[in-house]
């Protein structure tokens, strides 16, 4: 187990080297910040101050050694724009993030396992075509204009909950939350059923997939034939086995929920990294982008690192660190 | 969740049920936030707005960009290079010390002294070579030169509390101000600092969500209809205008012009519009090797005046007005509105499609050229959309014009570098005067005037800066207007920038709100009143 955790992490110091140069020469390629940041009203010393000052007019090679050596200190550099740590300004929009990401994964397990299971146990009745239908179209609408809908219907004709923003919140060990208070969760409610779509309908494939190979196997009918209830068949033989994939594919998702909530963010107006990601590409405000690849890569590695040790409880066959055991 | 879905369904209840009147609280959806709430750190739209409620300036610009006095009472120029300002007495700063001439000071000193200021406000106090004060209510400023727009730039930047600030003694000095320290842009971000003259008070900000602010009950003038405001920013277009819809502010600004039927024909919701001090217009490059024409053997058909007046005359500026920026813009004329200072009343243009075919064949273009058209496609109000028509204006006189619209940040780096040949691009006056476009615009690049910061094309006249360099030490106003309505003129008659409209800023509020529009597009707190 621990050389099993001691090579994944050595791997995963090894994508975060790849990526940060990635990142780096990517972020160059594009535009020259200065044109975007500096006031057009601003005059030639003013221009060449501020590249000196931003560290610009050095070549690509010494900015990226530089920021090597900083990064090592755990410094990613001050924001352009905002003249703050980089880091700090990317750990500080991450609890609304991780917010809205749980609370759609929540919604994707809770609504998503049932309706599966019923849709792979009765795949021919009305409701379990209804369903998938209805997953085909969380697949297939874009995010964007399904969030719209949702401020048309919810917010604007029906008048029920706010059209956006994140509302009241309140500290929970120093962080702010919104969970916590009524307006909070109220904010909370359409943002994260817009951000649960796409992965409800996959939780329901996954699961009515599974449910309808797990059905016909030879312990289910034996559990069957033996006279278990029918809710133990379904709750324990079914069930426990149609989550290893669940889990798996869910784990792996919820560092793309995070990394990718940007658009769900833009609509609702939610203050999180995906708003702060696409305000610091359109500045160009490089180290904030780069820090925030950064932290998404470190957050995809340890979600792995995590949904690999769940897979080892789940199902005790699956041996961790190559079957040396 | 077994709590959570009873608390949903009270939500849901309480929202139905009609809420209680909030008469005394704003909210405002803007389209872009501050980058930091110093208002000293960054020299640019969105924070200038927020400065605006907690910091004043000495001079401040009303609805229409003129001069009105606001910290100081009145001003004179005494001689060519001296200023005097009068100050206002009885106003004071949110902790209670009074306002006096040494704020002023320890604010212009502050100034270059801004850590990591992305873009400073340098420009505006750089004129500046001494300052006294009498009398606590009274500022001399010297300048190294005669400066005509000392009390349009004093406008743009906020006066900060020296005491609070810890600069009490602090004198002016040209080559440097001394002091131990300055306060931090971080000190402004975390309120400690936030004490202004202004009419809001800072209550909170959380970066990206939400600033709140206060009304201020000493106020020197009229008292804000608001007891609280709320700003948010609301960056995407539509979710700006879904939040208005559904209650959930009360004014937004720039509504995307696809909207704005359908918001008129909303019950409740009535529009403000005005002309902006934005020209967005085209700049014709005159490089000796064009970077986007081709079928001309190499040649820049651009330098010669005859093909640059050709393609002004193709540019059907009612037409673009009235189909793609579905009126929400006037078509200009020059670099600023009638009625703004130094609009020249005597130039117009034309469209004339037969006028421009001939003047290209006397040009010895009979059957034109191939021209690619660079435009941001995200920057200005439809711009790509624009540039697709003036492309196709110009093809129809033969130069046969394809349109390169990339996202802004790209544009500008390429623009900046002058790839284009022909660009699309929009003008501000901040300054609210005919100066700011022609300094930056068209005259020659020099780097110790200030000269050319934006001129791409490689079009220089040097008779024109000449022209730029009098008006610019002709302290008397009328004067002054002359002499920038001939510089107009005659930076027309080049046809190097030819412009196109000038933006209309529009905002939406809850019906029962009313607000001035204003040419400098801000968004004041203070101005938006309930409708009587």
Same mark, same amino acid.
């Given at each position: 187990m621990l050389v099993f955790i001691l090579r994944r992490l050595a791997q995963s110091a090894v994508v975060v080297v790849a990526m940060s140069v990635l990142v780096f020469a990517g972020i160059f390629a594009i535009g020259n910040p200065i044109d975007v940041l500096i006031s057009p009203e601003a005059d030639a010393f003013e221009r060449a101050a501020a590249i000196a000052?931003?560290?610009?007019?050095?070549?690509?090679?010494?900015?990226? +050694?530089?920021?090597? %050596? !900083?990064?090592? $200190? $755990? %410094?990613? $550099?001050?924001?352009?724009?905002?003249?703050?740590?980089?880091?700090?300004?990317?750990?500080?929009?991450?609890?609304?993030?991780?917010?809205?990401?749980?609370?759609?994964?929540?919604?994707?397990?809770?609504?998503? &396992?049932?309706?599966?299971?019923?849709?792979?146990?009765?795949? %021919?009745?009305?409701?379990?075509?209804? +369903?998938?239908?209805?997953? &085909?179209?969380?697949? !297939?609408?874009?995010?964007?204009?399904?969030?719209?809908?949702? &401020?048309?219907?919810?917010?604007?004709?029906l008048g029920w909950l706010p059209a956006g923003g994140r509302g009241a919140t309140a500290s929970l060990f120093g962080v702010q939350w919104s969970f916590l208070t009524a307006d909070g969760l109220a904010h909370l409610i359409l943002p994260a059923l817009n951000l649960a779509l796409f992965k409800l309908s996959l939780v329901i494939r996954l699961a009515r997939a599974g449910t309808r190979e797990v059905a016909l196997q030879d312990y289910v009918k034996f559990a069957r034939a033996k006279g278990l209830a029918p809710a133990r068949v379904v709750g324990v033989h079914i069930l426990k086995n149609i989550m290893i994939p669940v889990v798996t594919v869910l784990g792996l998702e919820l560092g793309s929920v995070i990394a990718f909530s940007v658009v769900t963010e833009s609509v609702f107006a939610w203050p999180g990294m995906g708003?702060?990601? &696409? %305000?610091? +590409?359109?500045?160009?405000?490089?180290?904030?982008? +780069?820090?925030?690849?950064?932290?998404?890569?470190?957050?995809?590695?340890?979600i792995n690192l995590i949904v690999d040790l769940v897979y080892s409880l789940l199902d005790p066959r699956i041996r961790l660190g190559g079957g040396r055991a | 969740m077994k709590q959570v879905l009873p608390t949903v369904a009270a939500l849901a209840l309480l929202a139905a049920a009609p809420t209680p009147s909030q008469a005394a609280t704003l909210t405002v959806g803007t389209s872009a936030e501050p980058s930091a709430l110093d208002p000293h750190y960054h020299n640019l739209g969105p924070n200038t707005r927020a400065r605006k409620h907690v910091f004043e300036s000495l001079v401040s610009m009303d609805a229409k960009m003129r001069l009105q006095p606001e910290l100081a009472e009145s001003w004179r120029a005494i001689d060519e290079t001296t200023w005097e300002f009068k100050l206002r007495k009885g106003v004071k700063f949110h902790d209670g010390t009074e306002f006096t001439a040494q704020d002023f000071v320890y604010s212009v000193c502050r100034i270059p002294n801004v850590a990591n200021s992305p873009s400073s406000f340098t420009v505006y106090t750089k004129g500046i070579a001494g300052i006294e004060a009498p009398d606590p209510h009274t500022l001399i400023i010297r300048t190294g030169k005669p400066y005509p727009l000392l009390p349009v730039e004093l406008s743009t930047f906020g006066i900060i509390s020296a005491k609070a600030a810890g600069g009490g003694a602090v004198t002016f000095d040209k080559a440097g101000c001394?002091?131990?320290?300055?306060?931090?842009? *971080?000190?402004?971000?975390?309120?400690?600092?936030?004490?202004?003259?202004?009419?809001?008070?800072?209550?909170?900000?959380? /970066?990206?969500?939400?600033?709140?602010?206060?009304?201020?009950?000493?106020?020197? #003038?009229?008292?804000?209809a608001w007891d609280t405001v709320v700003f948010r920013p609301i960056t995407s277009d539509g979710p700006r205008v879904a939040a208005l819809?559904? #209650?959930?502010?009360?004014?937004?600004?720039?509504?995307?012009? *696809?909207?704005?039927?359908?918001? /008129?024909?909303?019950?409740?919701?009535?529009?403000?519009?005005?002309?902006?001090?934005?020209?967005?217009?085209?700049?014709?490059?005159?490089?000796?090797?064009?970077?986007?024409?081709?079928?001309?053997?190499?040649k820049n058909p651009l330098k010669d005046p005859k093909v640059r007046k050709a393609l002004s005359l193709a540019v059907d500026r009612d037409a673009i007005v009235k189909r793609i920026m579905m009126g929400v813009a006037e078509p200009a004329n020059q670099y600023l509105p009638a009625g703004f200072y130094g609009n020249n009343p005597e130039v117009t243009v034309a469209t004339d499609a037969n006028k421009a075919k001939q003047l290209l064949a006397e040009a010895g273009y009979p059957k034109g050229f191939q021209l690619t058209l660079g435009t941001p496609n995200d920057r200005y109000i439809n711009d790509? /959309?624009?540039?697709?028509?003036?492309?196709?204006?110009?093809t129809r006189i033969g130069v046969q014009t394809q349109v390169d619209a990339t996202t802004a940040n790209v544009f500008f780096s390429k623009r900046n570098k002058q790839e284009y040949?022909?660009?699309?691009?929009?003008?501000?006056?901040?300054? #609210?005067?005919?100066?700011?476009?022609?300094?930056?615009?068209?005259a020659t690049p020099i780097k110790e005037k200030g000269y050319g910061t934006t001129n791409y094309t490689s079009y220089s006249d040097p008779e024109l800066d000449g022209m730029l360099d009098t008006a610019l030490a002709t302290v008397d106003d009328a004067k002054r207007e002359k002499?920038?309505?001939?510089?107009? /003129?005659?930076?027309?008659?080049?046809?190097?920038?030819i412009p196109l409209h000038y933006e209309v800023t529009v905002w939406a509020m809850k019906k029962g709100l009313s607000y001035e529009p204003r040419a400098d597009q801000y968004t004041l707190a203070q101005k938006v009143t309930p409708a009587k």
């Open positions: 000052r931003l560290g610009l007019d050095k070549p690509m090679h010494e900015q990226f +050694i530089r920021f090597v %050596d !900083s990064a090592l $200190g $755990g %410094d990613l $550099g001050t924001s352009f724009v905002h003249g703050v740590p980089a880091l700090g300004l990317v750990l500080q929009r991450f609890p609304a993030t991780l917010e809205l990401a749980l609370c759609a994964m929540l919604v994707a397990v809770v609504l998503g &396992i049932p309706l599966g299971l019923w849709a792979g146990l009765k795949p %021919d009745s009305l409701a379990g075509r209804v +369903i998938m239908t209805g997953s &085909i179209l969380g697949f !297939s609408l874009p995010t964007f204009w399904v969030g719209m809908m949702l &401020i048309m219907a919810f917010a604007v004709t708003k702060l990601l &696409i %305000d610091s +590409i359109l500045q160009l405000d490089r180290p904030v982008v +780069i820090a925030y690849l950064l932290v998404t890569v470190l957050l995809f590695v340890v | 001394k002091a131990e320290s300055w306060p931090t842009t *971080q000190a402004f971000n975390d309120g400690s600092l936030m004490i202004g003259t202004g009419p809001f008070k800072h209550k909170s900000y959380t /970066k990206g969500d939400r600033q709140v602010l206060e009304r201020n009950p000493d106020y020197w #003038g009229p008292q804000p819809l559904a #209650g959930d502010v009360d004014i937004i600004e720039s509504p995307p012009v *696809q909207d704005i039927e359908r918001l /008129k024909s909303a019950p409740n919701v009535s529009l403000a519009q005005a002309q902006s001090n934005r020209v967005i217009y085209l700049a014709l490059g005159v490089q000796d090797t064009p970077p986007t024409i081709t079928g001309t053997d190499g790509d /959309k624009v540039a697709q028509a003036v492309a196709q204006m110009f040949s022909v660009f699309l691009a929009g003008w501000g006056a901040d300054s #609210g005067e005919m100066s700011s476009p022609l300094k930056a615009l068209i002499l920038l309505q001939a510089a107009v /003129k005659r930076a027309m008659d080049a046809d190097i920038i």
